[in-house]
């Protein structure tokens, strides 16, 4: 098969088109458009392999598109702007690459006939859940402009398959941890932090809950739904590694060797969701099983930054982390 892999000089994305070749005979074309979180350093291991083909380019501009997605068999959709913090400070950017965008990324693919089309989607479309989790039929609550910029993303790409019939599938995943990620996410931020000495900001009370899971378990869900998923429909990946953002801060702490004086409280985030949580009995009953343990992956990541500062150091720097 041949794969169309949208944001996959990001972290989910390259972490995916690395898991791909190493475990399948699928050839893959990157599309990318290298922003701030976009890196090519990223998917340097891959790009020479001889079924991997790298274009640079935005999901924005359908006629770039169009030329770069020709002859593929399937579309897999991960390139999205993705930071909350950001979305709150331009909401407008949001808006246009996770929405316009993937209206132009399934109009396109409706144009070349692609046999599957994978939309990678967030848990946080739901909303802030108190108690029990979410279900791939419940209400959507975004309470942000990203996740609503995603939720509006979902239902563009859905209405796809009502309307023209397009094979397209939605995976709607807790938050990934993981090499690779850029370093304004909590995981990598404060690892790199405490790595060099300096303390990490905790928002508000530290109560809020995250599932988290590891890049390569989520990757593997997102493979299996894009293979064997219905067409139509919307899947939930989630690890039941439920935690809160001060318990993981702790972690990190004792990781990295630092103790709590590192940590800085520090205002709230606005409109800050109080705790996500997903079911993941359909994507179980597709056949999937989570293999890394929380635990020892977190251990693996924290020694990935330590081992890595060739590739963080720069992009902290330009970004003025």
């Known amino acids: 098969m041949k794969l169309f892999v949208t944001g996959a000089a990001g972290f989910i994305g390259s972490n995916y ?24 350093e990223s998917i340097r291991d891959v790009v020479d392999d001889r079924r991997c083909r790298f274009v640079q380019g935005d999901i924005c501009d359908a006629d770039v598109v169009l030329d770069a997605m020709k002859t593929h068999d399937a579309v897999v959709h991960f390139a999205a702007e993705s930071h909350v913090d950001r ?20 109009d396109v693919a409706r144009q070349v006939g692609v046999e599957r089309f994978l939309h990678i989607s967030t848990d946080e479309v739901y909303g802030s859940i108190e108690t029990g989790s979410f279900t791939e039929t419940d209400r ?14 979902d239902l563009i790409a859905l209405s796809y398959v009502t309307t023209h019939g397009m094979p397209v599938v939605v995976t709607r995943c ?24 300096k303390k990490v900001p905790l928002y508000g009370d530290g109560g809020n809950v995250r599932d ?19 067409v139509g429909e919307v899947y939930n990946i989630g690890a039941h590694n439920e935690i809160t953002n001060r318990e ?35 994507i179980s009953a597709l056949g999937w099983k989570m293999q890394r343990s929380f635990e020892e992956s977190l251990a693996e990541t924290v020694q990935w930054y330590r081992d890595n500062r060739s590739w963080w150091e720069p992009l902290k720097a330009r970004a003025g982390l």
């Not at 898991?19 to 090519?40: E, P, R």
């Not at 959507?140 to 993303?153: E, F, T």
């Open 17 to 40: 088109v690395r898991w791909l070749l190493a475990n399948s005979d699928d050839q893959v074309t990157i599309f990318d458009k290298l922003t701030y979180a976009g890196n090519i």
């Open 87 to 106: 979305s709150i400070v331009d909401p407008y950017a949001f808006v246009r690459t996770n929405a316009f965008g993937t209206n132009v990324m399934c």
């Open 140 to 153: 959507l609550g975004p309470r942000s402009p990203y996740a609503a910029s995603k939720a509006s993303s």
């Open 174 to 197: 807790s938050n990934n941890f993981g090499p690779y990620q850029f370093p304004e996410k909590l995981i990598p931020l404060f690892t790199t932090n405490l790595l060099d000495g």
């Open 212 to 230: 988290w899971i590891h890049v390569e378990d989520h990757n593997r869900a997102a493979h299996l739904v894009l293979k064997e998923g219905e």
């Open 248 to 282: 993981i801060t702790y972690r990190l702490l004792e990781l990295c060797g630092r103790d709590e004086s590192f940590v800085q409280p520090v205002a709230d985030r606005l409109g800050h969701d109080r705790r996500y949580s997903v079911t993941i009995d359909k």
